[in-house]
């Protein structure tokens, strides 16, 4: 299957989308999976609690039904007491409706959190799980050894479901100053992503919004700026499709069929980008 990009929005000079964008729409198909991108959220600051606010907000009118967490989901102490500041008491109003966050770890994250219940992670540092004719699998890229890829290898061979979505903390491509692409990652996983026909590949670590021009058939969004935002750190190049790093960020997906439509919000509900990818046959 090939992803035909509908809908494209251009990047200023300066990292900031430059236009108008449509406000979160819902599509008429009871079927159609919704659901929202946190990456680098857990500082228990405003910024976090003012972003998981909007997410409530936004979410009368976009009811999703999961939340994907791209690792540093608590920075710093990782006491109970910090588990309920940095986690449970921002997402409260999220958690009350039953919503689920699905967590995978980042470099700022200890590993026994892949215990902690709420992120429904059943202690495991990388797992795969199903929505709708959607299956994500989740991958732990502070320590992607040799048993870990030969997992993905296995569970993406495996897969039959119509969208192949993965999603970790370390970015494959990025054009975040701070850190930028994960390459040595990169050249040991990506061959096996585009080997098994994976769609979109979601990431945080860079404080920055980002949607990468498709790279070898894949699309790649940074999303690491739930929490924490680098003004100015998006570096855009050639390879840099839009972004945004001038405030806090999070991201709405709905997969309708064979259309995933995308946004990305920011800490005041600014709608900062927005596009449709859209399933076709290979020739």
């Known amino acids: 299957m090939r992803i035909i990009v509908v809908a494209l929005v251009a990047i200023g000079s300066a990292g900031v989308l430059r236009g108008s964008h449509p406000a979160a729409q819902v599509s008429a198909m009871p079927e159609a999976l919704r659901f929202a991108v946190i990456g680098d959220n857990g500082t228990g600051d405003r910024f976090e609690y003012e972003v998981a606010h909007q997410m409530v907000a936004v979410r009368e009118r976009f009811p999703f039904e999961m939340v994907l967490m791209l690792g540093d989901n608590i920075y710093g102490g990782q006491t109970p007491k910090d588990f309920v500041q940095k986690f449970e008491a921002p997402y409260r109003p999220l958690l009350e409706a039953g919503v689920r966050f699905y967590a995978s770890l980042g470099n700022h994250d200890n590993q026994s959190n892949r215990f902690y219940k709420p992120f429904n992670m059943d202690g495991e540092r990388y797992y795969t799980f199903a929505k709708r004719n959607v299956r994500f699998f989740v991958l732990d890229s502070d320590y992607f050894d040799d048993r870990q890829r030969s997992w993905i290898n296995d569970a993406l061979r495996g897969s039959r479901d119509e969208w192949k979505i993965c999603y ?116």
């Open 168 to 283: 970790f903390h370390h970015p494959l491509y990025s054009n975040g100053g701070r850190h930028g692409a994960q390459v040595d990652l990169r050249v040991m996983l990506e061959p096996i992503l585009t080997r098994y026909g994976v769609d979109v590949v979601f990431s945080g670590h860079d404080h920055v919004y980002e949607r990468l021009k498709p790279q070898r058939g894949i699309h790649y969004f940074v999303s690491g700026a739930a929490g924490q935002v680098r003004k100015g750190n998006l570096r855009p190049s050639d390879s840099t499709a839009a972004g945004f790093d001038q405030d806090q960020s999070f991201m709405l997906v709905e997969v309708a069929g064979g259309t995933f439509s995308f946004q990305a919000i920011s800490r005041t509900g600014q709608t900062v980008d927005s596009g449709v990818l859209q399933k076709g046959s290979r020739p």
